[in-house]
Every structure is written in C-alpha cells, then in structure tokens.
C-alpha cells in the first residue's frame, strides 16, 4: 500500500495511481498506468504496462487495443508518446493510430466520451469553443509515417481513461512511451488548508473538491506553449495570434522552420505564417505528421515570427537561422521551460475556469460556489488565481455596465454596449459583486478591490436601470438566460433573481463602507430594504413555509429557497420552515448551495443530510470508475459533454466554515469568527485555515458533554467565539464570559456541560420536501392482486411500508404488449431525474421481476403533446434494492414537463409464481424536479 500526504493527513491510495497534487509537479508528469493489451479490451487493473508495447491490425482481423488508466486524480495535459517501430502496409499505406480518451470506462470508445458535435449548444449552434491551445474533440489521429516523437494539442481535460488502436488494416506500431505533460494547466503544489473530522468520508470529500479546484485554476491560457520539447502555437480567441521573437536577427543568412501538422480528424488542412520583418509567408499542407522544413529568407536585424489561425495545430520542432556561411547562429529553445521567455505572443492572467475539460471559460456565477473552496485550501492573501479572475470580469464589463456572464480569458477589447457574450445573463452579470466582495472579505485585497469598485458601481447603476420601484428586477428577453434556463425568453419575477439583486445590493453596500463611499452605502443599503419586503410581499408563502418560484409559478422553488439561506436573506424562523424542503434536487450545484445554506443557520446535521442525499459519497464508492473530482452538476455523468471536474459543486469550503467554524468577518481575516459545530453527524474537527496574517490552527471535540476546543488568532487579527449554550466557559483554565475580543495568541477553550438541545437538529420534517410524495399516478392498466394490495399508491410509499408490494398491470400471454404509466407532476417542472425500483419480492424470478426491457420515457408539454425524453431498447433491470435511474440531464438544462409517461412495448421477465404471466411492475417511484 502507498501512502500520500494531501491535505496534512495520510491515506491509502492504489497502487498504479499517483495523486498528482500532493507534489510539487515536474513540467513533465508521467503517470504509473494500468493497461490490458486485448482484442476486446476488457481491462484489468492489476496489469501494468511495460513498454515497449506492440500494436498490430493484422490484414484479416481485427485492431489490437491497448486501454490505459492515468489514475484516479488526472488532471489533462498533452499527450506525449514516442514511437520506435513503424510497419506499414502495401495496400493502405502507413498505420494510423486512433488515441481516444475519456472520464469513465463507459464512455471509451473510438471517439471517446464527447466530439465537437454533442457541444455545448446553449451557447449557440456556431459558437466556437475557446479551448484551445487544445482540441474540442475526445479523441485525435496520427498518421505514423515515420519513427520518434508526437505530440497532441491540449486534452480536454481531464482523461483517466487513454484507448489506442490501430485504423489501418495490415499495420504494426511499436510504442516505447505514453506520458500525459502537465505544461501549466492547473495549479501544482500542495495546498496549505486541511480538514479532518470524525467521519473520514468528508475529509476524502474536502481532498477531492481543493483537488477540483486545483485542476480548474489555470496559470494561464497563453497562445503558445511547449510540450514534448515542441512548440505548440496557437491563436487565441478575441486576441492577437502572432509571435514575434524579442531580438532581432544575429545576421543575413536564412530562417529555418522544421514542423508538422497533426492528422486533425476536423481540419484536414494545416496552416501558418511565418513573419520576417514586413512581409509574410503562408504556409499550407495536408495533416499528416509528416516532418517538412519552410526556409525564408532573413535579413540582419529583422524581426521574425510565427501566425496561426484557429485550430490549425502546427507542431513546430526547430527553429533556427543560419547565416549565409552555413553557421548555425541562433536556435529555439522549445525543449526547456524558460524557452519561451523570449518571445513575444498573446498571454493572459491566472484564472478559475468553470471546468477542466471543456469550455475552459470563467463563468462569474459559479466562481462564487467555488471561491471559497480555493480561500480555504491556499492562501487567500496571495491568490493569483482568483485575483485575476475577478480582474477579467471587471476588464468584460460594458459601458452600460453589463458584465459578460463568461468572457474569454484572453480578451484584449472590452465589449460594447448591446454586446451581451456568448451566454447573455443578467443574473450571471450581478454575480460579479458578490464574487468581489467575497474575494477582499478573505484575501484583505484592497488594492484590487478598490480598482474594481468603480465597476461595481456601474453595474449597479445597470441593475437599477432595469428594476421597478419596489427593487424588484425586471427581466429583458435580450439577457434572460439563467442558471436554471438556458434559452432566451424568460421574462418572469423570479426569486432567485430577486434574493441574489438583495445580495449584490448588501455587498455593495458593504463595499461602498470600506472605501468610505456614504453616498452609495446609503443609496444601496435602501435598495436593499424595499428589495426585502418587496421579495416577501410577492413570494413568501406563508402557509405553507417557502418562497415561491415566481410570480407565475406559486410552487416551492428549490433554487431560490437554498439561495435565501446561503445569502441569509431569511429570517431564523424562515429559514427553520424553509429547511424541510431542501432534501433533493438533481442539480448538485444547487444541492452544494442547500446544504451551504443550511449550515448558514448552525442546521449542520441537516446541512450534512443534504450532501449524503446527492453523490458526493458515490465518488468513495470503490465502484466509480470516474476521476476523483466534484463534477458538473454532481451528476457523476459516465459519457458526454458534461464537465467531469467542476469547482462550483466542491464542497471544502462549506466544511471547513460550517463543521471546522472559521469564517472571516473583515477583510483579510483581519476579525474573524471562531464557530465550531459538534452535531449528530461530526463529534470532532481539526484543520488548518490559511489568512493573509498567518495560519489559524484549529481542533475541537466533544468529550463527556463537553465542548473541548484550541485554536489560534495569527498576528494582527481579532477573533470571536461562538459556542453552544453551556454552563462555563474556561479560556486557558480561567472562566469567562468574555468571547469577543481574542487578540494574537493561543487559545484553548472548554464549553462545559453543554446544552443536549444544542447537539439536537432543529429542523423538523413538517414540511412535504418528498418532491415524489404529491405524484398523481395513473396507468393503462392495473391488477389487484388479492392479496398484498398491488396498487398504483403503493409507488410513492416508503420502502419499508408493511404488506406494500408496489404496482403491477394486467397479465399478457408474452413479451409483446404495451402498457404504459403515467406521472402527474401537478405543473410544469424541470424534471432531473426519474428513478424506477424493480419488484423485488419473494415471488419475483431471481430477485427482479415485471421490469421492461424495452420502454421509452416521455413528456408531456403545455399545449398537452408528448415528445420522448429517453428510450431504452435492452433495458438491463436493476438489482434488488437498487434503483434504475432515468437522467433527463442535457446540455441545455432539464426538460421542462407537466406529466411523464414510462410506456413499454416489451414486458420483463414474469414472477416465479406465474411464469406464464407477462406484466408490467415496479416497486417504487421517485422524481426529482425543480420547477419552472
């Protein structure tokens, strides 16, 4: 068993994977693969590669496969690998190898888990992704025309999984080496938070979300870069794409350029200029890895360079000059990490991208989820990352004061009014001054914050220009996509919108206070005010403890409610009828966000319940095969667009404030909170929280009923505790009452005999929060069974309810016949996910019985038509005890539905006790939805 320290504490991790991220990482970075070499490539883990390793098509059978796995903590890079034997056939000509990758084994296949075709659509049908230096598809192909080195443009991402198979029939390749370089595309190092409690399973889950966060912050998204001692130049989006070398040429003579062109599956056709003094010439060839050589002329003195067009992907291996006598007198340094520093090209700032694999955008919304998790994990008074995050949005900020919801990293142009980005949002816009004011509140950064202010105040003025009288935002079709619609057009008071527009007029406020801004203080805090009753006046409903969606949809909307609690926008006693609610919901990003908000209040058991309710733990589970990061959505996707390392649904940074109780209170921790937060679930804690002023070093457990706890205040700060209600309180041995004023020092503390009722969950489950509890279920047919009650409201009962053996139709005499179920939602929902449980009873033929083997799942919109949602042709039944689970996730959000409808056209195997009995049966359903 290895051992790796990642966070301060030991774990076990499995041999053949590295955690990348416990060390301070080489520019090159080969991973310890696993691999099976086999016609089928079925994989096993306990094989390990030993190169050199031969891949062969014979002419009449099938391509050899060779499967590697990168490890659990891969973190995307170029792919870099030598060939050392090169068999060609007569016929097809020379082999080409197909290298795929993907996430999880599921989505391995020949063009690995997603292409340039299932892209990110709400973007726009033409929108060009700005991955690049880096290919939009999962998977490349080289012709092997010759022996030594290739390397690929930037991966996507993540890519645990690596499939490499020939193409060419009658074709051999030797393969002598497969190394993913790191070449600057996440954060290295070790990070200077931890956290460990009593149940392990959250201290592995704060590991994997910094890990998250570290994969997502790149150093930069400059247009070149080196890999495998070549050059890769790029052109960048919204930026120039030229390269010019710093000095001048040493002499006349003659400029060299050895390159080739990767067999883009895409662009079959490559393209460059090389530049010398004033004049350019284009360079164009077939991609086919073919190694040429371009000469130009040069003269003494003269500037030269390289252009590149989008996606064009020149491999660029030399560049020299030779001057007239034939005398080498200047060469590229490309094979070492400083050979770059003498060029002139395109570079950006630090930044947090919303994912690691795919679009590779700053979104400024979902930067506030994340930005805590990194504050948490690494110095937030020396945070490159984040501070030039928060510099993009401000720098992508019309004059109107309209922020770009997801700018391109590298834009050189601040967009003009009327030009809204790639995803127009005013709900994205408003994020900015939240994500700000978060940022000084724990890096203590004034000077970046004070530059920025005057774009607060502009977007303020933007955000008020379109609000009615009582603050309310009035939505414009032009900028109405959100985060929970991602089409133009919805125009409705939505209380999200509404709670976040309080938020960013509290921050605002709060801003104007520290740079001694009265005027807009008071001017915001008022705004803030009449937002407040204006909110509860259109949405609270009383009587049934939540605020509705919107003004046209009544119904509880989960987003909004968590979003109240985890801006504390509610009131105590709100936020104790909201809580019973916030159980579920498909989009982890708002389910990261009830269980944020719930810990806002001190609901720590019930903050914690609603992490258990998503697939934070399945990530443990040693049967994901997935990479170990918090993903998009949290929806543990095994194939497609979705991004497999999201920062927004990590959740260290809930832990470490809502369990660990650190929570800074003035910029730069200059005061900060000390709240522990002992409950049924944590009994103990300790960590590590970086400040600008020092490390805060912390402990706390309970023992014998009472609250046990040392922490510390680094030099310059002042700190307060918060402690359960108790008898005494001892500060180093002597009793006191005074808990704030804490200065620089140590402390131990002891809460004795602390009160029972503060260990005990104050929510209670009066509130309906089963969003599959209120499901009106109706059926083509239906079977009474004589005994055990087989009844349509046996679906929505609990699993343990006595005699309930759930739902079943009427018999048929085989396989072939329809039947079909319908669900009522009641309105028109997002609908997330739909779970089905199979019969499982004694009489069921080996543990499962009734279950379809072929249906689809449709809904049903306003105008009362039915479209398909998912279909299933072999549908494999789950096992008993274990649900089969419909995912409704696109990449434009969830269908929105009035009813669902599971009709079969094939019907499953029958009981044992009727084996002649074809019916269709489950025992029990669930919907997760949201709504609309």
Same mark, same amino acid.
Request: charged residues 25%; negative net charge; glycine residues 10%.
């Given at each position: 068993m290895t051992e790796s320290f990642f966070g301060g504490r030991p774990y076990a991790i499995k041999p053949g994977i590295l955690l990348a991220a416990a060390f301070a990482v080489t520019m090159v970075l080969a991973h310890p693969c696993s691999a099976a070499l086999r016609e089928n490539f079925s994989f096993a883990s306990d094989d390990s590669v030993k190169y050199p390793i031969s891949l062969s098509y014979p002419a009449d059978g099938k391509s050899q496969v060779l499967r590697l796995d990168l490890g659990e903590s891969s973190f995307g890079g170029y792919a870099v690998f030598d060939v050392s034997a090169v068999k060609s056939s007569p016929e097809k000509g020379s082999p080409i190898l197909r290298v795929a990758y993907a996430n999880h084994p599921d989505g391995l296949g020949e063009k690995g888990c997603f292409s340039r075709e299932t892209s990110a659509r709400y973007l726009g049908p033409t929108f060009d992704i700005p991955a690049l230096p880096g290919n939009i598809n999962r998977h490349e192909i080289y012709r092997i025309c010759r022996t030594g080195r290739f390397v690929a443009p930037l991966i996507q991402g993540q890519e645990r999984y690596v499939r490499l198979q020939l193409d060419t029939p009658g074709t051999e390749v030797t393969i002598s080496s497969f190394k993913i370089e790191n070449a600057k595309v996440f954060r290295d190092g070790k990070p200077e938070g931890s956290f460990e409690c009593s149940d392990p399973r959250l201290d592995r889950l704060w590991q994997i979300s910094v890990w998250t966060c570290q994969i997502a912050a790149f150093p930069n998204h400059d247009a070149w870069k080196c890999a495998g001692g070549r050059l890769l130049?790029?052109?960048?989006?919204?930026?120039?794409?030229?390269?010019?070398?710093?000095?001048?040429?040493?002499?006349?003579?003659?400029? =060299?350029?050895?390159?080739?062109?990767?067999?883009?599956?895409?662009?079959?056709?490559? @393209?460059?200029?090389?530049?010398?003094?004033?004049?350019?010439?284009?360079?164009?060839?077939?991609?086919?890895?073919?190694?040429?050589?371009?000469?130009?002329?040069?003269?003494?003195?003269?500037?030269?360079?390289?252009?590149?067009?989008?996606?064009?992907?020149?491999?660029?291996?030399?560049?020299?000059?030779?001057?007239?006598?034939?005398?080498?007198?200047?060469?590229?340094?490309?094979?070492?990490?400083?050979?770059?520093?003498?060029?002139?090209?395109? =570079?950006?700032?630090?930044?947090?991208?919303?994912?690691?694999?795919?679009? @590779?955008?700053?979104?400024?919304?979902?930067?506030?989820?994340?930005?805590?998790?990194?504050?948490?994990?690494?110095?937030?008074?020396?945070?490159?990352?984040?501070?030039?995050?928060?510099?993009?949005?401000?720098?992508?900020?019309?004059?109107?004061?309209?922020?770009?919801?997801?700018?391109?990293?590298?834009?050189?142009?601040?967009?003009?009014?009327?030009?809204?980005?790639?995803?127009?949002?005013? /709900?994205?816009?408003?994020?900015?001054?939240?994500?700000?004011?978060?940022?000084?509140?724990?890096?203590?950064?004034?000077?970046?914050?004070?530059?920025?202010?005057?774009?607060?105040?502009?977007?303020?003025?933007?955000?008020?220009?379109?609000?009615?009288?009582?603050?309310?935002?009035?939505? =414009?079709?032009?900028?109405?996509?959100?985060?929970?619609?991602?089409?133009?057009?919805?125009?409705?008071?939505?209380?999200?919108?509404?709670?976040?527009?309080?938020?960013?007029?509290?921050?605002?406020?709060?801003?104007?206070?520290?740079?001694?801004?009265?005027?807009?203080?008071?001017?915001?805090?008022?705004?803030?005010?009449?937002?407040?009753?204006?909110? @509860?006046?259109?949405?609270?409903?009383?009587?049934?403890?939540?605020?509705?969606?919107?003004?046209?949809?009544?119904?509880?909307?989960?987003?909004?409610?968590?979003?109240?609690?985890?801006?504390?926008?509610?009131?105590?006693?709100?936020?104790?009828?909201?809580?019973?609610?916030?159980?579920?919901?498909?989009?982890?990003?708002?389910?990261?966000?009830?269980?944020?908000?719930?810990? /806002?209040?001190?609901?720590?058991?019930?903050?914690?319940?609603?992490?258990?309710?998503?697939?934070?733990?399945?990530?443990?589970?040693?049967?994901?095969?997935?990479?170990?990061?918090?993903?998009?959505?949290?929806?543990?996707? @095994?194939?497609?667009?979705?991004?497999?390392?999201?920062?927004?649904?990590?959740?260290?940074?809930? %832990?470490?404030?809502?369990? %660990?109780?650190?929570?800074?209170?003035?910029?730069?921790?200059?005061?900060?909170?000390?709240?522990?937060?002992?409950?049924?679930?944590?009994?103990?804690?300790?960590?590590?929280?970086?400040?600008?002023?020092?490390?805060?070093?912390?402990?706390?457990?309970?023992?014998?009923?009472?609250?046990?706890?040392?922490?510390?205040?680094?030099?310059?700060?002042?700190?307060?505790?918060?402690?359960?209600?108790?008898?005494?309180?001892?500060?180093?041995?002597?009793?006191?009452?005074?808990?704030?004023?804490?200065?620089?020092?140590?402390?131990?503390?002891?809460?004795?005999?602390?009160?029972?009722?503060?260990?005990?969950?104050?929510?209670?489950?009066?509130?309906?929060?089963?969003?599959?509890?209120?499901? =009106?279920?109706?059926?083509?047919?239906?079977?009474?069974?004589?005994?055990g009650g087989w009844t349509i409201k046996n679906l929505t009962k609990p699993m343990n309810a006595p005699v309930a053996k759930g739902w079943s139709s009427k018999s048929h005499g085989s396989a072939k016949a329809e039947e079909w179920l319908m669900i009522d939602l009641g309105a028109v929902k997002s609908v997330e996910k739909l779970e089905l449980w199979a019969r499982d009873d004694r009489d069921s033929r080996n543990g499962i019985a009734g279950f379809p083997r072929a249906f689809v799942v449709e809904g049903m919109d306003n105008a009362g038509a039915w479209r398909v949602l998912k279909s299933y042709s072999n549908a494999v039944p789950p096992k008993p005890g274990e649900s089969f689970v419909v995912d409704f996730y696109t990449v434009i959000g969830h269908p929105k539905v009035k009813s669902l409808r599971i009709r079969a056209t094939e019907l499953g195997t029958p009981a044992a006790d009727e084996p002649d009995a074809w019916r269709l049966q489950f025992k029990r359903i669930a919907v997760a939805t949201s709504g609309s």
């Open positions: 130049p790029r052109k960048l989006e919204a930026a120039a794409g030229e390269g010019w070398h710093r000095a001048a040429a040493p002499c006349d003579g003659t400029l =060299r350029i050895e390159y080739e062109f990767d067999a883009n599956p895409h662009f079959p056709q490559g @393209r460059f200029y090389v530049l010398v003094g004033d004049r350019r010439t284009e360079v164009v060839q077939t991609s086919t890895n073919e190694v040429k050589t371009v000469s130009v002329p040069i003269r003494k003195d003269e500037r030269f360079g390289l252009a590149v067009e989008k996606e064009s992907w020149p491999v660029v291996w030399k560049m020299s000059i030779q001057g007239d006598d034939g005398v080498t007198r200047w060469q590229s340094r490309f094979d070492v990490a400083d050979g770059l520093d003498e060029w002139d090209f395109p =570079r950006t700032l630090p930044y947090v991208a919303d994912g690691a694999k795919r679009d @590779r955008l700053i979104w400024s919304g979902d930067l506030w989820w994340a930005e805590r998790n990194i504050f948490y994990s690494f110095n937030p008074g020396n945070e490159p990352y984040m501070r030039g995050s928060v510099k993009m949005l401000g720098f992508n900020q019309t004059p109107a004061g309209y922020v770009h919801a997801s700018p391109y990293a590298e834009r050189a142009v601040p967009p003009v009014d009327g030009e809204y980005g790639p995803f127009p949002s005013d /709900e994205f816009a408003a994020w900015f001054v939240p994500v700000l004011r978060d940022y000084y509140l724990y890096s203590g950064d004034a000077a970046t914050t004070r530059a920025l202010y005057p774009n607060v105040l502009k977007l303020m003025d933007y955000l008020a220009a379109h609000s009615a009288e009582d603050g309310t935002f009035v939505q =414009r079709g032009e900028t109405s996509k959100h985060a929970c619609n991602l089409n133009l057009g919805d125009t409705s008071h939505r209380a999200y919108m509404d709670i976040l527009l309080w938020k960013c007029c509290k921050d605002a406020a709060t801003l104007a206070a520290d740079f001694g801004d009265n005027a807009a203080r008071v001017r915001f805090e008022k705004w803030a005010e009449r937002l407040s009753a204006a909110i @509860r006046s259109r949405f609270w409903i009383g009587k049934d403890g939540f605020f509705a969606l919107s003004d046209k949809n009544r119904g509880f909307g989960f987003e909004a409610n968590a979003l109240a609690l985890a801006t504390r926008f509610a009131t105590r006693d709100e936020a104790l009828r909201i809580a019973p609610y916030l159980i579920h919901t498909g989009h982890g990003k708002f389910q990261a966000l009830a269980a944020r908000g719930l810990m /806002e209040y001190g609901f720590t058991d019930r903050g914690l319940k609603a992490i258990a309710a998503h697939n934070w733990f399945k990530l443990l589970d040693p049967a994901w095969k997935g990479a170990l990061t918090t993903t998009e959505c949290m929806g543990l996707m @095994r194939k497609g667009w979705g991004d497999e390392s999201h920062p927004d649904t990590a959740i260290a940074g809930i %832990l470490s404030a809502g369990i %660990l109780g650190i929570v800074p209170t003035a910029p730069g921790y200059a005061k900060f909170e000390f709240c522990p937060h002992p409950c049924g679930g944590v009994t103990q804690a300790s960590g590590k929280v970086p400040t600008p002023h020092g490390e805060i070093t912390v402990a706390w457990r309970m023992e014998d009923g009472n609250l046990v706890a040392k922490f510390n205040v680094p030099k310059g700060g002042m700190a307060t505790a918060v402690l359960p209600p108790c008898e005494e309180v001892t500060v180093n041995g002597k009793t006191t009452n005074a808990l704030d004023a804490f200065g620089t020092g140590e402390y131990a503390i002891v809460a004795k005999k602390v009160k029972p009722a503060a260990l005990i969950d104050p929510v209670t489950d009066d509130a309906n929060g089963d969003e599959g509890g209120a499901l =009106r279920i109706s059926a083509s047919s239906s079977h009474e069974a004589p005994t």
